[in-house]
């Protein structure tokens, strides 16, 4: 199954991922910071899924947004949303390794879990010189991924709604992964987990610089609900962080 046709499957119920404690009190308000004040700006939202951050940030003030996704039943989904509520985004189906040239670059790019999907080195390399033609001169990218740094052999997120595990296969930027939401029923895909040096080498090589890494962290709601000793094994083996960087 190719990565796009396991997206097709999930469709909508991706978007109960957005409910689980890990992206309701750590991914989704730690990416939202990261980006900031976006009154004004326009927006590319790549790997868009079905338009969550394609919609907060419209919501937001974003003057325009258009998200992309490889997933055509993603894109449905997102046009259904807009659709029931509408906020002016338009989506469509692409892919970001053959990302078509736009009539204005925008000001800030989203890539939640996309470099993650490219199948070698060359494609991560295409992917973000893709990206930096999509951005004005000193505009921003913003990267959530899975983290370099994670072991598979420390505590798990599976208290807050996710189980990550290796497939045992390995390709060129790294180990491949099978991470599944513990919704009911459960959804899972299979992802790959590149190096730190794949994205910064990439990212470089494209013409990125002033390249930051940022840790997710868990927001004073997260810490009220729940107590800070919950949330131990996310502080011990973060399976997240996020990465931004200026064309």
Same mark, same amino acid.
């Given at each position: +199954?190719?990565?796009?046709?396991?997206?097709?499957?999930?469709?909508?119920?991706?978007?109960?991922?957005?409910? @689980?404690?890990?992206?309701?009190?750590?991914?989704?308000?730690?990416?939202?910071?990261?980006?900031?004040?976006?009154?004004?700006?326009?927006?590319?939202?790549?790997?868009?899924?079905?338009?969550?951050?394609?919609?907060?940030?419209?919501?937001?003030?974003?003057?325009?947004?258009?998200?992309?996704?490889?997933?055509?039943? %993603?894109?449905?989904?997102?046009?259904?949303?807009?659709?029931?509520?509408?906020?002016?985004? !338009?989506?469509?189906?692409?892919?970001?390794?053959?990302?078509? #040239?736009?009539?204005? #670059? /925008?000001?800030?790019?989203?890539?939640?879990? +996309?470099?993650?999907? !490219?199948?070698?080195?060359?494609?991560?390399?295409? %992917? *973000?010189?893709n990206i930096h033609r999509s951005l004005r001169p000193g505009g921003e990218f913003f990267i959530?991924?899975?983290?370099?740094?994670?072991?598979?052999?420390?505590?798990?997120?599976?208290?807050?709604?996710?189980? *990550?595990?290796?497939?045992?296969?390995?390709?060129?930027?790294?180990?491949?992964?099978?991470?599944?939401?513990?919704?009911?029923?459960?959804?899972? /895909?299979? !992802?790959?987990?590149?190096?730190?040096?794949?994205?910064?080498?990439?990212?470089?090589?494209?013409?990125?610089?002033?390249?930051?890494?940022?840790?997710?962290?868990?927001?004073?709601?997260?810490l009220r609900e729940f107590g800070a000793d919950y949330w131990s094994d996310f502080h011990a083996?973060?399976? @997240?962080? %996020?990465?931004? *960087?200026?064309?």
């Amino acid at each position: +199954m190719t990565t796009y046709q396991q997206y097709d499957e999930i469709g909508e119920a991706y978007e109960g991922f957005k409910a @689980l404690p890990l992206e309701q009190y750590a991914v989704v308000p730690s990416f939202l910071a990261l980006v900031g004040d976006v009154r004004g700006k326009s927006i590319l939202d790549l790997a868009s899924g079905t338009g969550f951050y394609s919609r907060e940030f419209r919501r937001r003030g974003a003057s325009e947004v258009l998200g992309v996704d490889i997933s055509g039943e %993603m894109v449905a989904v997102s046009r259904k949303l807009e659709e029931t509520d509408p906020l002016g985004i !338009a989506y469509e189906v692409g892919d970001v390794a053959e990302l078509r #040239p736009f009539e204005r #670059p /925008f000001d800030i790019v989203l890539g939640v879990q +996309m470099l993650s999907y !490219a199948p070698d080195i060359a494609t991560t390399e295409r %992917m *973000c010189r893709n990206i930096h033609r999509s951005l004005r001169p000193g505009g921003e990218f913003f990267i959530l991924n899975q983290s370099p740094d994670y072991r598979f052999d420390g505590p798990t997120p599976e208290r807050y709604g996710f189980r *990550c595990e290796l497939t045992g296969e390995q390709i060129e930027t790294g180990p491949k992964v099978r991470l599944t939401a513990l919704l009911d029923p459960p959804v899972s /895909f299979v !992802a790959n987990r590149p190096r730190r040096e794949v994205y910064e080498d990439s990212l470089r090589a494209a013409g990125f610089r002033d390249l930051a890494w940022v840790p997710v962290t868990v927001s004073e709601a997260g810490l009220r609900e729940f107590g800070a000793d919950y949330w131990s094994d996310f502080h011990a083996n973060p399976p @997240l962080e %996020m990465l931004r *960087c200026r064309a």
